[in-house]
């Protein structure tokens, strides 16, 4: 199992960024995917999960109703669409596999202006 997120970057307050994870070495389609956050300083937290029916199942308040979660299967990937950025944001992204518990090398993201 191998996960790489990818998309990070520097955004401005109450801009976008869509994150990416790639998957190989197994069929993504049988398997829930989450999305995690480590800002400096605090521990890792999870932002999302998705099942293998595309159903999210998890957003905390911090990011609910910004970030959405979505999978395509046939490109074995799966996004985070992330909206309305704040400061409060900024961190290193994982993406991260529950059976096998796989986490996937983070992607930056740094919200400022």
């Known amino acids: 199992v191998q996960l790489q997120a990818s998309g990070g970057g520097l955004a401005q307050p109450g801009g976008s960024l869509r994150l990416s994870c790639a998957a190989s070495?197994?069929?993504?389609?049988?398997?829930?995917i989450g999305w995690f956050r480590q800002a400096p300083g605090k521990v890792r937290e999870e932002i999302t999960c998705i099942g293998t029916n595309g159903g999210s199942t998890y957003y905390p308040d911090s990011v609910k109703g910004r970030f959405t979660v979505s999978r395509d299967n046939a490109r074995k990937r799966i996004y985070l669409q992330m909206n309305s950025l704040k400061p409060d944001d900024t961190a290193v992204y994982y993406c991260?596999?529950?059976?096998?518990?796989?986490w996937g090398q983070g992607t930056l993201v740094t919200v400022s202006s």
């Open positions: 991260h596999e529950f059976k096998t518990d796989s």
């Open positions: 070495g197994f069929t993504l389609d049988e398997y829930h």
